[in-house]
Protein backbone atom coordinates (compact mmCIF):
# COMPACT_ATOMS: atom_id res chain seq x y z
CA UNK A 1 0.00 0.00 0.00
CA UNK A 2 1.86 3.11 -1.58
CA UNK A 3 -0.46 6.08 -0.17
CA UNK A 4 -1.12 6.54 4.13
CA UNK A 5 -1.55 3.13 5.94
CA UNK A 6 -5.81 2.95 5.60
CA UNK A 7 -7.25 1.63 9.10
CA UNK A 8 -8.69 -1.75 8.95
CA UNK A 9 -12.06 -0.24 8.93
CA UNK A 10 -11.39 1.73 5.75
CA UNK A 11 -9.68 -0.95 3.72
CA UNK A 12 -12.27 -3.74 5.14
CA UNK A 13 -15.13 -1.43 3.27
CA UNK A 14 -12.98 -1.17 -0.13
CA UNK A 15 -12.81 -4.60 -0.17
CA UNK A 16 -15.89 -4.71 0.37
CA UNK A 17 -17.00 -2.36 -2.47
CA UNK A 18 -14.57 -4.09 -4.84
CA UNK A 19 -16.14 -7.82 -4.08
CA UNK A 20 -19.65 -5.90 -4.50
CA UNK A 21 -18.88 -4.36 -8.02
CA UNK A 22 -17.03 -7.66 -9.24
CA UNK A 23 -20.04 -9.87 -8.01
CA UNK A 24 -22.22 -7.49 -10.36
CA UNK A 25 -20.09 -8.30 -13.47
CA UNK A 26 -20.84 -5.12 -15.10
CA UNK A 27 -16.67 -4.29 -14.91
CA UNK A 28 -14.34 -4.35 -18.59
CA UNK A 29 -12.45 -7.30 -18.28
CA UNK A 30 -9.06 -4.77 -17.72
CA UNK A 31 -10.42 -2.51 -14.54
CA UNK A 32 -12.19 -5.94 -13.29
CA UNK A 33 -8.46 -7.05 -13.34
CA UNK A 34 -6.92 -3.95 -11.39
CA UNK A 35 -10.08 -4.69 -8.75
CA UNK A 36 -8.92 -8.17 -8.46
CA UNK A 37 -5.08 -7.27 -7.11
CA UNK A 38 -6.23 -4.54 -5.13
CA UNK A 39 -8.92 -6.66 -3.68
CA UNK A 40 -6.01 -9.20 -2.63
CA UNK A 41 -3.67 -6.42 -1.17
CA UNK A 42 -6.42 -5.63 0.88
CA UNK A 43 -7.11 -9.21 1.79
CA UNK A 44 -3.97 -9.41 2.83
CA UNK A 45 -3.36 -5.81 4.90
CA UNK A 46 -7.14 -7.29 7.03
CA UNK A 47 -5.16 -10.86 7.63
CA UNK A 48 -2.51 -9.01 8.67
CA UNK A 49 -3.97 -6.57 10.63
CA UNK A 50 -6.15 -9.27 12.43
CA UNK A 51 -3.70 -11.82 12.94
CA UNK A 52 -1.52 -9.07 14.87
CA UNK A 53 -4.91 -8.34 17.07
CA UNK A 54 -5.17 -11.77 17.52
CA UNK A 55 -1.46 -12.02 18.68
CA UNK A 56 -2.15 -9.00 21.24
CA UNK A 57 -5.44 -10.88 22.71
CA UNK A 58 -3.56 -13.79 23.28
CA UNK A 59 -0.71 -11.93 24.38
CA UNK A 60 -3.00 -9.53 27.19
CA UNK A 61 -5.11 -13.14 28.08
CA UNK A 62 -1.67 -14.81 28.75
CA UNK A 63 -1.07 -12.35 31.65
CA UNK A 64 -4.33 -12.64 33.27
CA UNK A 65 -4.13 -15.44 36.50
CA UNK A 66 -5.73 -18.01 35.87
CA UNK A 67 -9.36 -18.92 37.48
CA UNK A 68 -10.31 -21.47 39.31
CA UNK A 69 -13.00 -24.00 37.40
CA UNK A 70 -16.15 -24.68 39.04
CA UNK A 71 -16.81 -27.90 40.04
CA UNK A 72 -19.29 -29.43 37.59
CA UNK A 73 -23.20 -30.23 39.53
CA UNK A 74 -24.12 -33.10 41.11
CA UNK A 75 -25.90 -35.20 39.77
Known amino acids: MSEAEPTFEQAQTELEQIVERL ?3 QVPLDEAIALWERGE ?3 AFCRGKLDAAQGKIEEL ?3 LPAEP ?3 P ?3
Do not use: T, W, Y
Open 23 to 25: ERG
Open 61 to 63: ASR
Open 41 to 43: QLH
Open 69 to 71: RPD
Open 73 to 75: PSA
